[in-house]
């Protein structure tokens, strides 16, 4: 295989869906080793049929549910230990029920902070273990969100603005490393995201389009508020292809009109 990211191993964790699935296919696409983690094995082998359909080697699927601690970090050691060139960690996984902190309940909260926080937090520092026992040029990855930026996000906004904070202390911790650490930060993407709103969610939802006077039946109308994933695939492809004595600190991708959840 050919390409700019040849011979290089990377690791996506919420590849089985979304924004994950659509940075795989991207650097598969550009020669990339993938391993592929999300929690349905099915959607992961759906993720790897469409890298071999774009030409990309074998990826490989890695089922696991990122609320357990451990197997992320084990996945990266191994890697790491047997592949040549452990080039990135990408911590993409998340979850969003974007409500009030007074009608939420201790069940999401954990779960937002599970994976959105500590699988980040587990991945991140396995990385950069891995990559400086190693003494390879390595990045790690992390998804933010524009919530983290609003009045009124909720756990979700908060546990995005702990990504932004993994993101800056990391990035202070490996100046000396050959390792860059980046927080891309979305807007509003078109993906699975909302599989987990409640009623009151969605209501709230719609509300703020109603308000932006936009119908969401209208096709050129959802384009200006929801974007495509292979754009914040655009991102961490250009975060990946910088040379190593450089470091995109954060990047903000988002469509131009801004919705509330
Ligand atoms: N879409 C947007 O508008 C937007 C905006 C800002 C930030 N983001 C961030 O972008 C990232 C990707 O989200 P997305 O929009 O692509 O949503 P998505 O389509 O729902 O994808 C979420 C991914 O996370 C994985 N995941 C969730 N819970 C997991 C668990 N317990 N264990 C393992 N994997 C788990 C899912 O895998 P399974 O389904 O296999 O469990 C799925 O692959 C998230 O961090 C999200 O907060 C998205």
Redesign the pocket.
Known sequence: MTGPFAGKAIIV?????????AIAVDLARQGADLWL????GE??AETAGLISAAGGPVAQSE?????IRGPLAKLIEVVGATHPHLFAVIN?????YPEPILSGTIERWQ?ML???VM?MLEGSKAAVLTMRKHGQEGHVIN?????ARFEEPGV?GIS?KA?EMIGNTLRAEVEGDPIRVATV???????????GFTPESLANLSGNLTRLNLNPENGDDMARI??D?RH?ADAVRYILSQPIGINIQEMVVRPPVSTKA
């Open positions: 964790t919420g590849a089985s869906s979304g924004l994950g699935r983690v999300g929690r349905s959607a992961l089922p696991m549910d990122l609320r993409n996984a998340g979850v969003m779960e599970d994976i959105n699988a998804l933010g969100s524009v919530q979700y995005k990504a930060i979305p807007g509003g993407f078109a993906t699975q995201l909302a599989r929801v974007g994933p914040i």
